[in-house]
């Protein structure tokens, strides 16, 4: 039973957003697909102990998914356009079972989560449930809210999908960048949610940035000439890469005191590849402006290079592509760290108004570069401020511990 549940998991693994896209992508009902994998899942977890694992388990469970949703259609085959379908599945399911590899429809499930017609706060949570299958409440405590108002909003998009017929398809190219930059996005958003436990000890967020990491993955897989889907790859694995390092006894570490033995080699070099290979095709993009940087940053430490005029000029470009706050307050912390925190103070103080009031990270740098530039009792109150507006506890002391430094000089 053991075996073969970690067999079913495997499978789950590497084929439940592939089964699960082939099915929905027929009969445009994502529910109804999941719910006859779920059953195939279980039939899986009946039979194979008894029986021995089949050569093939994501033929097995796709045959038993298919069934199921047969079954199910014909229990309710007043909805005519679903019933419509039922030849062609089991059409294309026979050849499926003959050996020939049904297509990977994955690439058109993440463009249906992010279709304009879904609520955008939503379309993360759906790629997560639809393509890797985590359940609502592991969604939702990620996310923290409720497991039912989770549940809720994955229910009202999956009928959306089926309700306004909305095509399994992958946009014709005037609509393919604007409908990528949302799936890009949902990507990076739920690896952010799990970035910000970088303790790790919140089980709410455990192995989020990981599945993302693996959803980043499968776009790239599914789409090897979209240059941004590798920034987007190579930027979460720049970071991941450091994540062992951000804590040390329970302590924040800044990026440039963090011993670079604990960062993990072989994300920094896939991650170093997939930019390379983003960079081939000439059309830079946010995401990979932010991997440079972050490589940019790992040159720095890892091979003592000089990198910060770079990086103040990949700022440039950041903000000339794509402006944010985050990358304005970036650009004067690079700055700074090029010796320049004169400039790097004029750029902080150019920032004034909403997004700036309340947002941590600026009152943050600025502390930084007041403190470097001897203006101690400013830089005391920008470190109150800072550390006021943190909700990471072991960052907050960090900050607070910057501050009691500039009391005792």
Known sequence: MKEARAIAEAAARASYGRLV????????????????LAGAFASALEAWPERGVPDEPEAWLFAVARRKLIDSARRAITRNSFASDLALIAEEAEAAMRGDRFPDERLKLLFVCAHPAIDSGVRTPLMLQTVLG????????????????MGQRLVRA???IRDAGLRFETP???HLAERLDAVLAAVYAAFGTGWEDADGADPRRAGLADEAIFLGR???QLLPEEPEALGLLALMLYAHARRRARRQDGAYVPLDEQDTRLWDATAIAEAETALIGAGRYGKPG?????????????????KGYDTSAAIVALYDALLATAPSAGAAVGRA??????????????NLDALHGDPFTDYQPYWAARAHVLAQLGRADEARDAYTRAAGLSEDEAVRRFLLDRKAQLTIV
């Open 158 to 160: 999956k009928k959306k």
């Open 172 to 174: 014709e190219p005037e």
């Open 218 to 220: 499968v776009i790239v």
């Open 333 to 346: 912390a690079a700055l700074s760290q090029a010796g320049r925190n004169e400039d790097a103070l004029a």
């Open 286 to 302: 946010r995401y990979q402006l932010e991997a440079a940087i972050q490589s940019a940053h790992a040159a720095a430490r890892l």
């Open 21 to 36: 896209a082939w099915l929905a992508a027929r009969t445009r009902d994502v529910a109804e697909a999941e719910d006859a």
């Open 134 to 149: 985590l359940d609502a409440a592991r969604i939702a405590s990620a996310f923290l809210v409720s497991p039912a108002s």
